[in-house]
């Protein structure tokens, strides 16, 4: 009964390729996010949903795409991936109350060769 | 701007009392966090402040000064599980919604 999902895990590709990677939570929450967190373990926030609709987008290249199909569904699509787009990546859904909890999922390690 | 600043590594003994330290500036605070990550895992959550003190939960606390900008994580009784990074976050309201800044991370190792 996995809160939060990831898929895949683990993403190997080639720079230029494009990739999607998917997030699933099952909490009932309305709003889902995408980190980013790189190879010094800063975790930066790239996004942001609320039942479906975009309320964050920070400053990402527009080769970065989120989609929403769902309250319950946050999925990221990656156009001509660049050796800088290797990192892991969070989908994490916010469940508000006093305080607000974030839960994040498992994480999906991108690299880009 | 909106910053926030920790130390990137603390090393203590098991059964000591750390602090980690988080300085933070942002102009739309609303409320500061406290995650921890184990290598290779997900953030989970560990504390929240709001407003100035301390709130104590079993062998971690957390500290709050909104005037100095200036939060801490206090972890008692330190267990070799406790080895992660902890990371302090920040809800910042700038942007007219709920925006969460985090913080670079404190790499904890406890030692035997």
């Known amino acids: 009964d996995t809160a939060v999902s990831q898929t895949p895990k683990y993403l190997v590709t080639q720079m230029g390729n494009d990739k999607s990677i998917k997030c699933e939570q099952n909490?009932?929450?309305?709003?889902m996010y995408w980190y980013k967190q790189d190879s010094k373990k800063f975790l930066k926030i790239m996004f942001s949903?609320?039942?479906?609709?975009?309320?964050i987008n920070e400053t990402v290249p527009n080769r970065f795409s989120p989609k929403s199909p769902d309250k319950a569904h946050l999925n990221l699509h990656i156009n001509s991936l660049e050796l800088g787009d290797s990192a892991v990546y969070f989908c994490?859904?916010?469940?508000?109350?006093?305080?607000?909890?974030?839960?994040f999922g498992p994480g999906t390690r991108l690299t880009v060769l | 701007g909106q910053n926030i600043d920790q130390p990137t590594e603390m090393t203590a003994t098991e059964g000591a009392i750390v602090q980690i330290n988080c300085t933070y500036q942002t102009s739309g605070f609303n409320g500061l966090f406290w995650y921890q990550q184990h290598a290779g895992e997900a953030p989970t959550f560990l504390s929240y402040n709001v407003l100035d003190g301390l709130e104590e939960k079993g062998r971690f606390s957390s500290f709050l000064s909104r005037s100095k900008g200036y939060s801490y994580l206090l972890l008692k009784e330190l267990q070799m599980k406790d080895s992660a990074s902890y990371l302090c976050?920040?809800?910042?309201?700038?942007?007219?919604?709920?925006?969460?800044?985090f913080g670079t991370g404190t790499r904890l190792k406890v030692l035997a």
């Open positions: 976050a920040v809800r910042d309201t700038t942007s007219g919604t709920y925006k969460y800044i």
């Open positions: 994490a859904s916010l469940r508000t109350g006093t305080p607000d909890t974030q839960y």
């Open positions: 909490l009932g929450h309305d709003t």
């Open positions: 949903y609320n039942n479906k609709e975009l309320i």
